[in-house]
């Protein structure tokens, strides 16, 4: 139970940070915002979200194979292909705007421009898809540890 506890506990630090970084993003990745510092910022707070990405992944496979319930109970069932597919979708989406800022901050240490605002905007439209999709994760979750959506 012990080893059960911090696991879950590792993978819930690994979620709330990954929140945490996500919604930083949305909320600096607006054009009237932005400035040197700001680009610089959202580029280490991108470097972050994608860590804690990483960690969700490894903690949650450490949960399916060291966890109480093991990979006999989880992986049969749909809700956890669900949640790994809308995991992948998000990381999908996320690839755009983790190149944007560093095509951003080269640019900016370069020549001091700052990305045009439909180019902000298109990227924050993509942070805003994850944030979106996100809280899905979760649902699924809830569900999937109780049971729901197991064969017979």
């Known amino acids: 139970m012990v080893l059960e506890s911090i696991l879950a506990y590792l ?3 690994a ?5 945490v970084f996500l919604a930083s993003q949305a909320a ?10 700001a680009v610089l910022r959202l580029a280490r707070i991108d470097m972050v979200y994608g860590i804690a990405a ?10 399916i194979f060291w966890g109480v319930k093991g990979a006999a109970y989880y ?22 705007p983790s190149l944007n800022y560093r ?14 605002p439909e180019d902000v905007r298109g990227t924050r439209r993509l942070v805003m898809m994850q944030a979106h999709l996100l ?7 809830v569900f999937l540890a109780r049971g729901f959506g197991a064969k017979g």
Do not use: Q
């Not at 600096?28 to 510092?37: A, G, Q």
């Not at 990483?54 to 949960?63: E, S």
């Not at 809280?135 to 979750?141: E, N, R, S, V």
């Open 11 to 13: 993978h819930l630090l």
């Open 15 to 19: 979620i709330l940070t990954l929140v």
């Open 28 to 37: 600096l990745c607006r054009s009237e915002w932005l400035n040197e510092k």
């Open 54 to 63: 990483v960690l969700v992944l490894a903690t949650g496979v450490a949960r």
């Open 75 to 96: 992986g049969p069932n749909w809700l956890l292909h669900a949640k790994v597919g809308l995991f992948v979708v998000i990381a999908l989406i996320s690839i755009k």
């Open 103 to 116: 095509r951003w901050v080269k640019s900016v240490k370069a020549t001091g421009a700052m990305p045009a």
């Open 135 to 141: 809280p899905l994760i979760p649902l699924a979750a």
